[in-house]
């Protein structure tokens, strides 16, 4: 166990729909990081939050968006749902923001039918 | 910004011997290099790491060797064991993972 915890673990939605994936970093940790893993595919980084402020970013569509709110959990929002965001989504936390371990949470699995 | 690509996509190896998989980056300015390791259905986890102020790392059957003048970087495992195949993913700089590779271990 990591201590990063993520929620929901599954996610069944319809096409056009918008989703809402919750991450709780590990205590102490100031960073977020989140991360799409589609079937066969490696990890692509989306987004990167630090003490609630956006660090940097990623591959992460115009039709999804994040934030991290003052307690340091982060949603990423998923909106217009398409067949293709079907995926396992990752968030991760880091104590530093720069060049860190990251530790990753369970993930939620997202299927849009 | 950072490009990190990793070799071999697929990697199948008998058991006890040894695999190598490696990892080239592009910006100069990256100091960290993690490798994790992802088990089907699970999340990925920290297995080694180094920085750029040492060349070669090592714990038990796993150690990283880094090349900072060729930007380069592996990740050995010797005497692999079944329990060893997994998804293998390097990375560099701030959220930039390679493309993984699976390391099968034939018993």
């Known amino acids: 166990d990591s201590g990063v915890t993520q929620t929901p673990k599954h996610l069944i939605t319809a096409t056009g729909q918008r989703v809402t994936l919750r991450c709780s970093p590990r205590?102490?940790?100031?960073?977020v990081y989140w991360y799409q893993q589609s079937l066969d595919q490696g990890l692509q980084f989306l987004i990167q939050y630090y003490n609630g402020e956006e660090r940097a970013k990623g591959n992460i569509l115009e039709r999804f968006s994040a934030q991290q709110f003052p307690d340091l959990h982060s949603e990423l929002n998923l909106s217009s749902l398409e067949l293709g965001d079907s995926a396992l989504y990752f968030c991760a936390s880091g104590r530093t923001g720069v060049q860190e371990t990251q530790y990753f949470g369970p993930g939620t699995r997202l299927l849009v039918l | 910004g950072e490009n990190v690509e990793q070799h071999p996509s697929t990697l199948s190896v008998q058991e006890g011997d040894s695999a190598v998989i490696k990892c080239t980056y592009s910006?100069?300015?990256?100091?960290?290099f993690p490798w994790y390791k992802q088990e089907l259905g699970k999340r990925p986890q920290l297995i080694i790491d180094?920085?750029?102020?040492?060349g070669e790392k090592k714990d038990q059957r796993i150690a990283v060797t880094l090349n900072k003048t060729a930007k380069h970087f592996s990740l050995h495992i010797t005497e692999t064991q079944p329990e060893d195949s997994a998804v293998y993913f390097c990375a560099a700089s701030r959220g930039v993972f390679g493309a993984g590779t699976i390391l099968r271990v034939k018993s």
């Open positions: 205590s102490g940790d100031l960073s």
């Open positions: 910006d100069s300015a990256s100091n960290y």
């Open positions: 180094i920085r750029s102020n040492v």
